[in-house]
């Protein structure tokens, strides 16, 4: 299993994108009003990893934080184009044995 924690700009953890093979990857925003929890996250993440496959929409795309609405989506978008292409890597060496 592969995970990723994410950090916002002030470099404070929001969410965790978890793959457990190539196809499957999950994520796990954390709500503003809640503490980031690692553990929580994994197991969220790898719950609609499991559960949904790719990722097609996730909750949370817009938080509310410093009296601010943020749009992370974009963010995301791109975390979890690399996390697919870091799975297809690690999944593709683990089954060929490499």
């Known amino acids: ?6 950090r ?4 404070e953890p929001f969410a965790t994108v978890v793959a457990i093979d190539e196809r499957s990857i999950g994520v796990a925003i954390c709500s503003p009003k809640d503490q980031f929890n690692r ?3 994994v197991k969220i993440a790898k719950g609609r990893a499991e559960l949904c496959g790719p990722p097609h929409e996730f909750p949370n795309r817009e ?3 410093n009296g601010d609405f943020r749009n992370i989506g974009d963010i995301i978008d ?3 184009a690399i996390m697919a292409e870091r799975a297809n890597r ?5 089954e060929s044995g490499n």
């Open 63 to 65: 938080v509310f934080k």
């Open 8 to 11: 916002d700009e002030f470099n």
């Open 39 to 41: 553990k929580r996250g």
């Open 1 to 6: 299993m592969l995970i990723k924690h994410l």
């Open 78 to 80: 791109d975390e979890l």
């Open 90 to 94: 690690y999944f593709w060496k683990v």
